[in-house]
């Protein structure tokens, strides 16, 4: 099989990367010497040639059996023997997987074949797409690309290595719809028609969660993903609580953008953009951004000329549950994006209405304790980037309203999470038994902590009882 010497600049990147894994060029060395070749597979090749970082190292070890390659490990420190029945070893405290050639049965279950001696062209074959069926030898440094992925990289065009194997694992599906959103590749003609045509009904939640997570933490625009399945005509059928935001018109003095859909898709990629703690936070601001205008679908309507869609956020609580049904088994996320989706328009409505802080603070008890002003303000901010009228990426201003928002929750110490009550149910124990009309005094409590900033526990006390 021809093979190419990797570019001078690809063997700097490969260097640069295997620095992080010192231990990883001996176990290299350890594996030639023993007659075996180590090819670095997968999406480590794919993103060294597209001058990415690379974040996983998949290490595929060809002519040494399964035994053998479990010695060599273990001249370097303890086996994971867990994947070892499907060729996968790893070792503890090593982000590395070492995996065997192998092939696989169709299903949920595969039967696993392994197979030191199998060809690259073969072994290759039952990846994804071409441009994740390329290796780098690496002791010879060279690029091995049976299917012309380095090609379909350059012109960013999305193959399979084998129809006939892509077909027999439904969930390919939706790891093309996360790939055409983190690397803006598309489909040629003969691939869209399958993808068009494949039997999609037997994947799972989980998986499809999965794919999903990747398209939302891994693009810069997942919504070309959807915008794809849209434009192979199955978003009806996969997300049809998107499809029916398709042609929903809004208020073009608010929205320039055009129908629903459009906008959403624009405050998708907004959300993308903007910094999150971690990646469940950002999770739920981009399930949010997807979900927030859901309920314009059966509110929108025309008076005096003027499109409003009055009720939009508590209609949309329903339309959300679906949506998020079929991407997500994530109850508690679920229960974080429903909050953000009611409140919504909050922000906006606080700054233009010249909110107190005690309103400030009413607001975050009421999101607490599933989420936050700040999130709020975030998806705040992606709904009012995503509303460009001149192209389909969001908008990339800042938006004076949300800053104000911001100030305003800092301001009232409220931004990341709600006021704790200072009068405690012990505090009235020897006036007031548990149960009821303590919930109810300790409630009215809370009330007047929040309007007037007292807090002082005696004086609520004697404000509470004095009131009873």
Known sequence: ?????????????LQLTLEEYPIVRNIVRAIHDAGGVALLVGGAVRDLLLGRPVKDLDIEVHNVSIDQLENILEQFDQVVLVGKSFGVLRMRGLDVDWSLPRVDTA?????????????????????????NAMGIDLTTL????????????QKGVLRPPSEKLFLEDPLRFYRVMQFIGRLEMYPDESFNKICKEMDLSHVSVERIETEVEKLFLKSKRPSLGIRW????????????????????????????EGDVFEHTMQALDAAAAIECANDADKLTLMHAALCHDLGKVTTTYKKDGVIKSEQHAKEGLAPTQQLLTRITKNKGRKDMVCKLVLYHMAPVQFVDGGAKLSAYKRLANKLAPQTNLKMLADLALADKRGRNPNGHEPLDSAIPEIDQFRKQSQKAHVELKKEE????????????????????????????????????????????????
């Open 1 to 13: 099989m021809k093979s190419t010497k990797i570019k001078p600049e690809i063997q700097s990147a």
């Open 107 to 131: 299903g949920r279950k595969p039967e696993v074949t392994i197979n030191p001696k199998m060809g690259y062209e073969q072994a290759f074959k039952r990846r994804d797409l071409t441009i």
């Open 142 to 153: 060279e690029l091995i690309d049976p299917f012309g992925g380095q090609d379909d990289l």
């Open 229 to 256: 399945i849209k434009d192979i005509g199955r978003l009806q059928e996969l997300f049809p609580e998107l499809a029916a935001l398709i042609g929903v018109p809004q208020e073009p003095k608010w929205h320039p």
């Open 421 to 468: 009550p200072v009068l405690q149910g012990r505090h009235i124990m020897d006036v007031v038994e548990p149960g009821p009309k303590m919930g109810e005094l300790l409630k009215q409590a809370y009330e007047i902590q929040i309007e007037e900033g007292i807090t002082d526990k005696e004086e609520l006390k004697r404000r509470i009882l004095k009131k009873d």
